[in-house]
């Protein structure tokens, strides 16, 4: 089968977070399953870089509304997989992230620059592609491509099937009326029954609408986001779709992550040689600054700092977690409140808590290794994937009971299968009764072992989450 990836970021030349690591890592695991993957990402600088030869293969004209005409280029990924990149410079050769400008807002154009994108990949799944190579299908990445399942549907003549993947439901690519025209949408496509979302354009709600078929990250969330409390306002169109809706627990790339062979790490370590963990540790404390202490547990955060991620609940009882003893470490950046709040709790808390803020690849590997027990208070998790990396690192995981968090983290008080630490609702208090059973547990060495040991010995690569995605192409 062929299958087109439609994303607005890849791993590892442009990722903002676990849509990227997607985006890199489940093409080549489908490839070996003998499907023929190809993606589809914008040329941003990063992209050119990596691929300054990428030869031009298409120029999709007439796309309508205001789109312009754009040059399609060929590379191949050192994974083996084809890539064609979207490339017109006026929207997609820019500094800083996919979707802000250097100020931290939007782009204002970004119905824009994903209308295209959603629209390239239409067009690649349609009568009019001049490509001698057509999918069968086209896979869609959360709002940016979730127009694409709409152009399908009002394209005329043989079209691929459609499938659309939600990495997070919280951002629904909203824009005003007069984006309609200015994408080339039919006017009859604005309307509850169309692309319309209480009188603004949703490209989410445009792809949950049309595409054959919806996924998320995990079975849990795929749950979750059918009911009011968490479906951010569009759990009644996901209950009328439950017949199409699943989900597919994500991997992660378990080369990259492996304890064994880590490149970050200052000594690699396996379940065979627990000890060597605790050289990571020492190393962590010395180069952040932390009192050199073998005697109590090292908490360890790898975050996006935002509301979703819970990380208010830790601030609120990190005096009380330092005094269980423990130390902690938090590498992160976010919303400008948090990253200052937790820049402060570092100058309060001098060698017992140090914060990096910014994107460091490096020391997410080290704090992985070097902490004990990792923190991820998230209050809704499509899948989560910090949490999956610590349980390969042999760092137990605190974690809400929330969407991929409770598809992969089994409490420790099931003395067989516990591999973490879980609490229920998204308080202060629940979480700091979490790190207390946690911290405790820490102090008795052998069941500790058998904890990390229990986590480290969960299967985590692609392969798993590569079939279901097959079988569920092959019912499409
Ligand atoms: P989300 O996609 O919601 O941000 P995930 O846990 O699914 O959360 O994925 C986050 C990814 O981004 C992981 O690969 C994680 O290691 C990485 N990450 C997040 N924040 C940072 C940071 N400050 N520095 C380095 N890596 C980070």
């Known amino acids: 089968m062929k299958i087109l990836f439609a994303t607005s970021e890849l791993a590892p030349w442009v990722k903002t977070g676990g849509l990227g690591d997607v985006a890199g890592a489940l093409p080549a695991a489908l490839r070996k399953l003998g499907m023929d993957v190809r993606v589809l990402v914008p040329a941003y600088p990063e992209m050119l870089e990596g691929f300054p030869d990428a030869e031009e293969i298409a120029r999709p004209l007439e796309l309508g509304g205001l789109l312009p005409t754009p040059t399609l280029r060929q590379a191949l990924s050192p994974d083996g997989t084809p890539l064609l990149l979207l ?5 997609f050769n820019r500094p800083g992230n996919p979707y802000l400008g250097p100020e931290g807002r939007d782009w204002l154009d970004n119905h824009l620059r994903f209308g295209l994108l959603s629209r390239v990949a239409a067009w690649l799944g349609s009568e009019a592609s001049t490509l001698d190579w057509q999918p069968d299908i086209v896979h869609c990445h959360d709002w940016q491509t979730g127009l694409a399942p709409a152009y399908l549907h009002y394209l005329p003549g043989r079209r691929a099937r459609s499938l659309l993947t939600v990495h997070n439901l919280a951002f629904q690519g909203l824009f005003d009326h007069a984006s309609l025209f200015e994408l080339g949408l039919p006017d009859a496509a604005w309307g509850i029954d169309g692309v319309e979302y ?9 792809g949950l609408k049309h595409a054959n078929a919806i996924t998320t990250v995990s079975p849990g969330y795929a749950r979750e986001i059918q009911t009011d409390e968490e479906g951010m306002g569009m759990a009644g169109l996901l209950r009328h779709r439950t017949e199409q809706l699943s989900g597919i627990l994500n991997g992660i790339d378990d080369k990259a992550w492996n304890p064994a062979t880590d490149r970050h790490l200052h000594q690699t370590y396996s379940a065979r040689r627990l000890e060597d963990k605790a050289i990571n540790k020492a190393e962590l404390q010395r180069q952040l600054g932390l009192e050199q202490r073998r005697d109590i547990p090292l908490l360890g955060v790898v975050s996006r ?3 979703q991620k819970g990380l208010d609940l830790l601030l ?7 005094d269980l003893p423990a130390q902690l470490v938090v590498l992160g950046s976010g919303t400008h409140a948090l990253e200052q709040d937790y820049a402060a709790l570092a100058r309060k808390h001098p060698g017992q808590c140090a914060v990096a803020v910014g ?8 704090i992985e290794a070097g902490a004990d027990i990792f923190v991820m208070p998230s209050r809704f998790e499509p899948c989560g994937l910090n949490q999956m990396y610590s349980l390969r690192y042999g760092t137990p995981p605190v974690v809400r009971a929330t969407g991929g968090l409770a598809d992969t983290v089994i409490d420790a008080a099931d003395e067989k299968l516990g591999n973490g630490f879980v609490f229920g609702t998204a308080t202060a208090d629940a979480l700091l009764q979490a790190l207390q059973r946690a911290t405790t547990a820490w102090r008795d060495a052998k069941g500790w072992r058998a904890l990390q040991k229990r986590g480290m010995a969960r299967k985590s690569g692609w392969a798993e989450a590569a079939r279901q995605y097959v079988e569920l192409y092959q019912r499409l």
Do not use: C, I, M, N
């Open 305 to 307: 700092l935002t509301e």
């Open 359 to 366: 994107f460091d690849e490096a020391l997410a590997h080290r």
């Open 316 to 322: 609120e009882v990190t005096s009380q977690a330092l």
């Open 198 to 206: 209480y009188g603004y354009l949703s490209f989410l709600k445009a």
């Open 87 to 91: 490339d017109y410079p006026p929207y």
